[in-house]
T-cell receptor, first 116, second 115 residues
Framework: DTGVSQNPRHKITKRGQNVTFRCDPI?????LYWYRQTLGQGPEFLTYFQNEAQLEKSRLLSDRFSAERPKGSFSTLEIQRTEQGDSAMYLC??????????????FGPGTRLTVT | AQSVAQPEDQVNVAEGNPLTVKCTYS??????LFWYVQYPNRGLQFLLK??????LVKGSYGFEAEFNKSQTSFHLKKPSALVSDSALYFCAVRDGQGNTDKLIFGTGTRLQVFP
């Protein structure tokens, strides 16, 4: 399967702990996005990368959140000092986006985070 | 600011009947519109997009969407619903500010197809 993959699929952690999620995009895709989805809502944008450069961060992304894409391939999203409000599904997507175009984003299965 | 609205939380339809899932948008500039479907505990699957061109866009699994500029709508349609179409459907618009192509999603519409 050559789709977007995310690990782990589920994570349960205690409040105050740090967690890290990984996303492997479709191999030839240059853009990678992170979204967060809470129950009953649509996904909300967090941040995105073009190759290894982080181009935009949402105001939703507090200083406890950090994302990297060190070699322009896989990406990690880390949450420090987790809070119960961080409980959500974290979705990763990738796209092949060229200048002047808008291409569909392909989503991974998500990582469901539960903070107890 | 760009936004989309999905006015129906749930749509119920009998198998074999046509279905419509509604979406309206608000954008500055040309709209880039998308439909995604989400099955339980799964990520989102791309169905179709409107960038430019024909107002009727055909997508995956027999779905199509009609772009209507005067009504600022992008409704999802299928001529004959299947029970397996039961899922959560999201309309999205590309933000388009600057060079970003982040998506702004609606709140979703749950489609229930009854046998």
């Amino acid at each position: 399967d050559t789709g977007v993959s995310q690990n782990p699929r589920h994570k349960i952690t205690k409040r105050g702990q740090n967690v890290t999620f990984r996303c492997d995009p479709i191999s030839e895709h240059n853009r990678l996005y992170w979204y967060r989805q809470t129950l009953g809502q649509g996904p909300e944008f967090l941040t995105y990368f073009q190759n290894e450069a982080q181009l935009e961060k949402s105001r939703l992304l507090s200083d406890r959140f950090s994302a990297e894409r060190p070699k322009g391939s896989f990406s990690t999203l880390e949450i420090q000092r987790t809070e119960q409000g961080d409980s959500a599904m974290y979705l990763c997507a990738s796209s092949l986006t060229l200048a002047g175009g808008s291409y569909e984003q392909y989503f991974g299965p998500g990582t469901r985070l539960t903070v107890t | 600011a760009q936004s989309v609205a999905q006015p129906e939380d749930q749509v119920n339809v009998a198998e074999g009947n046509p279905l419509t899932v509604k979406c309206t948008y608000s954008v500055s500039g040309n709209p880039y519109l998308f439909w995604y479907v989400q099955y339980p505990n799964r990520g989102l699957q791309f169905l179709l997009k409107y960038i430019t061109g024909d107002n009727l866009v055909k997508g995956s699994y027999g779905f199509e969407a009609e772009f209507n500029k005067s009504q600022t709508s992008f409704h999802l349609k299928k001529p004959s619903a299947l029970v397996s179409d039961s899922a959560l459907y999201f309309c999205a618009v590309r933000d388009g500010q600057g060079n970003t192509d982040k998506l702004i999603f609606g709140t979703g519409t749950r489609l229930q197809v009854f046998p």
